[in-house]
């Protein structure tokens, strides 16, 4: 039986996993300023307040979705305190440790760690293509070690790198979180929708980091940030909570986990393009080969096979 889906909802699913994964490179890179002016714990917990004031209507139950199981309540807790709390955390304060190139590094690793988790517990078959998609892009960005780190020009990027083993260190858990977030996600799409994914999942982020929120809000000048980091907070909190989020549980119904995985490959690449653009950082010729390198894995895991 012939369970492939159709070739235009195949390309928009994979649009939906791209532009998801693209979202959230842009949106680390452009965090930077609010992590100078935001505790990182005060900056989650406005993150998902503001998302969940923005879908409320997206949490009540359609007619025709079955009522969550225990099962299925504790795959939406664990998909949001590993792939949603957990990632935030982990990466935020891995950049701010390491450098920008080692985290790359580490990052490229995702596709990997995607399809390893996608077979141990889906028992998803990883084609010989996928494999090679998966090197490309481990490899393209691997290639980010050898060349020079760029300069950092960007408020509050911290060039001496006081403790980079520790940032290494929860720069490769936030893979593992995101590793987890893809593998749970293909299991929750088979129950819920993406809408209410999104939105159960946000409300739990919000749940785990209110005690600490509160905490440093209580203690925190809310009068000192300017009226631009007050419109970048809310389009990354809309962003992070809501739009990727939707993009990428739209597009895991119809790719399986460890193809999936391999468009994680857009999260360092779209943060090195907007540091790029936006942050003023240099690109070299070394690492333009190795954005394209790792696109070329992208290409290999999305070129439809042929039928017999």
């Known amino acids: 039986m012939n ?7 195949r390309f928009v699913a994979y649009g939906c996993l791209a532009l998801s994964m693209s979202l959230v490179g842009s949106y680390v890179a452009l965090s930077k300023p609010l992590v100078v002016a935001f505790p990182v714990l005060l900056l989650a917990w406005l993150r ?15 007619s025709d979705e079955p009522a969550m199981t225990a099962r299925t309540r504790g795959l939406v807790f664990l ?6 709390f957990m990632f935030s955390i982990c990466m935020l ?14 990052m490229a ?30 490899l393209g960005i691997g290639l980010l070690a050898f060349a020079p780190a760029p300069a950092q020009t960007h408020p509050g990027s911290d060039a001496s790198a006081p403790l980079p083993w520790l940032g290494n260190l929860l720069v490769f858990c936030a893979v593992l979180c995101e590793s987890a977030y893809a593998v749970i996600g293909k299991s929750l799409t088979g129950r819920l929708g993406p ?19 509160i905490w440093f ?40 986990a460890s193809q999936a995985g391999v468009f994680t490959v857009m999260l360092p690449v779209s943060a090195a393009v907007v540091g790029v653009l936006v942050l003023g950082e240099s690109l070299s010729m070394l690492q333009v080969c190795a954005f394209a390198l790792a696109l070329l894995g992208v290409v290999l895991a999305t070129w439809p096979s042929r039928r017999s």
């Open 109 to 138: 690793s995702i596709p990997a760690v995607v399809a390893l988790t996608s077979w141990l517990f889906l028992r998803e078959r990883i084609t010989l293509r996928i494999w090679i998609a998966i090197a490309c892009a481990a």
């Open 79 to 84: 998909e949001s305190f590993l792939g949603n």
């Open 195 to 213: 809408k209410r994914i999104s939105s159960l999942i946000n409300l739990w982020g919000f749940v785990l980091s209110t005690p600490l929120g």
């Open 217 to 256: 809000a209580l203690r925190f000048d809310f009068g000192a940030v300017s009226l631009g980091l007050w419109g970048l907070l809310i389009v990354y909190a809309l962003a992070a909570s809501i739009w990727t989020v939707w993009l990428w549980m739209t597009g895991l119904k119809g790719v399986p």
């Open 48 to 62: 998902f307040g503001i998302a969940a004031l923005a879908m409320p209507h997206w949490l009540r139950r359609p």
């Open 3 to 9: 369970t492939a889906l159709p070739a235009p909802g």
């Open 93 to 106: 304060f891995g950049v701010s440790l390491t450098s920008a190139v080692s985290a790359g590094v580490i």
